[in-house]
């Protein structure tokens, strides 16, 4: 259920919703918007009795969310979600600077992950060493690209393959932030390394093979950081928002939902990236859909169409391999795109994002 709050209601009033809602064994989720607040309420088991919070001084209306996911739905949330990333660690600011100079690029602190941007998240598959995750965070900041993606952990289905540097992994990454301002994005595979990895990145990401592990869900649910959440390879779209629901449900609203492939009968690919599925996501769920076209096809060649593709199908942003040395890379190499063809990559989306009203972020 939704309870809308009147347009003049008064903080108090707010207040007292909220604590109605608490007195009713349920929980209450405030959602401050442009003219008015409103109120999601889960944890109910049957209805819940509107008549008790109908009468309270500054409620306007009650809505009945009748979808399985309620917080991430758009009948809670009418308006497109923006995720905000502050940026600008490494730098020294002031109070008030609302950007940060690296060389001759001008940047905002913050990054937007939403509605009219394309947001580009970038890197190598894996932590392989510092001088290349360096060597790519410069690369990336000096076009352009704030977010830069790498793995410390890999989840891998050969026991043999490259299982990432873990901690280490880790450290790098935070150190190559602090060099560069550069924001990372890495995989959580479970909830021992949490705290490590909340610690050490800007957008933590939840994959493929996790999206259904609720444990996991639960714990990212506590942090305070964005979570990208990658579709799993047999997931529905409603299996998907489910799985935005428990990390919501947990009180971090700031989820970007990720396409990255799905398993189907087809081998010419290494997934079937599912471009369907934008449009109805983003009519069901106010979240950001975000795609990764390097893990959907597998093959670079393949990529740049994708990327476009994805651009023109509604995304919000794409998360790409980029590898300097793709051929020699230890893992995922065969879907890496080179530095040149990532820059080529680039002015394409940029020429495409300007007649779709997107901005390349």
Same mark, same amino acid.
Not at 156 to 183: D, H, M, N, V
């Given at each position: 259920m939704l309870v809308v709050m009147q347009t003049h209601a008064t903080p108090d009033e707010i207040d007292h919703v909220v604590d109605a809602i608490r007195a009713m064994n349920l929980t209450p989720h405030p959602m401050p918007g442009a003219t008015r607040t409103a109120i999601g309420i889960t944890g109910n088991i049957g209805a819940v009795d509107s008549r008790t919070l109908e009468v309270l001084p500054g409620v306007s209306e009650l809505i009945r969310v009748t979808k399985p996911f309620k917080l991430a739905s758009r009948e809670m949330h009418e308006a497109d979600t923006l995720v905000a990333i502050p940026m600008g660690q490494a730098f020294q600011l002031d109070a008030e600077a609302s950007h940060v100079r690296l060389e001759s690029l001008t940047y905002e602190k913050n990054v937007t992950i939403g509605p009219g941007t394309c947001t580009?998240?970038?890197?190598?598959?894996?932590? $392989?060493? @510092?001088?290349?995750?360096?060597?790519?965070? $410069?690369?990336?900041? &000096?076009? +352009?690209v704030r977010l830069m993606r790498?793995?410390?952990?890999?989840?891998?289905?050969?026991?043999?393959?490259?299982?990432?540097?873990?901690? @280490? +992994?880790? *450290?790098?990454?935070?150190?190559?932030?602090? *060099?560069? +301002?550069?924001?990372?994005?890495?995989?959580? %595979?479970?909830t021992d390394n949490a &705290?490590?990895?909340?610690?050490?990145?800007?957008?933590?990401?939840?994959?493929?093979?996790?999206?259904?592990?609720? #444990?996991?869900? !639960?714990?990212?649910?506590?942090?305070?950081?964005p979570v990208l959440l990658k579709r799993g390879m047999s997931a529905t779209l409603e299996d998907w928002l489910m799985a935005a629901e428990y990390i919501m449900a947990g009180g971090n609203y700031n989820v970007i939902l990720c396409e990255r492939g799905i398993r189907s009968f087809s081998?010419?690919?290494?997934?079937?990236?599912? %471009?369907?599925?934008?449009?109805? #996501?983003? !009519?069901?769920?106010?979240l950001p859909v975000m795609v990764d076209p390097s893990h959907g096809v597998g093959k670079r060649e393949f990529v740049p169409q994708m990327a476009l593709a994805a651009l023109a199908a509604g995304a919000d942003g794409l998360l790409l391999e980029v590898h300097p040395d793709p051929d020699h890379a230890a893992s995922d190499g065969a879907q890496s795109l080179?530095?040149?063809?990532? *820059? !080529?990559? %680039? @002015?394409?989306?940029? *020429?495409?994002?300007?007649?779709?009203?997107?901005?390349?972020?």
């Open positions: 580009m998240i970038a890197g190598p598959c894996s932590v $392989e060493n @510092e001088a290349m995750i360096l060597r790519t965070a $410069e690369f990336m900041m &000096e076009n +352009g790498a793995g410390a952990f890999k989840p891998r289905t050969s026991p043999y393959s490259f299982q990432g540097t873990g901690l @280490e +992994g880790l *450290k790098i990454l935070a150190r190559a932030r602090q *060099k560069t +301002g550069i924001g990372i994005v890495t995989e959580l %595979l479970d &705290e490590a990895v909340e610690d050490a990145t800007d957008i933590i990401q939840i994959g493929t093979r996790n999206m259904q592990n609720f #444990a996991l869900l !639960k714990r990212v649910g506590m942090m305070k950081k081998d010419h690919s290494r997934n079937t990236l599912d %471009l369907s599925v934008i449009p109805p #996501a983003k !009519k069901l769920s106010h080179s530095f040149d063809g990532f *820059k !080529k990559l %680039l @002015e394409s989306l940029r *020429k495409l994002a300007e007649p779709l009203g997107k901005r390349l972020n």
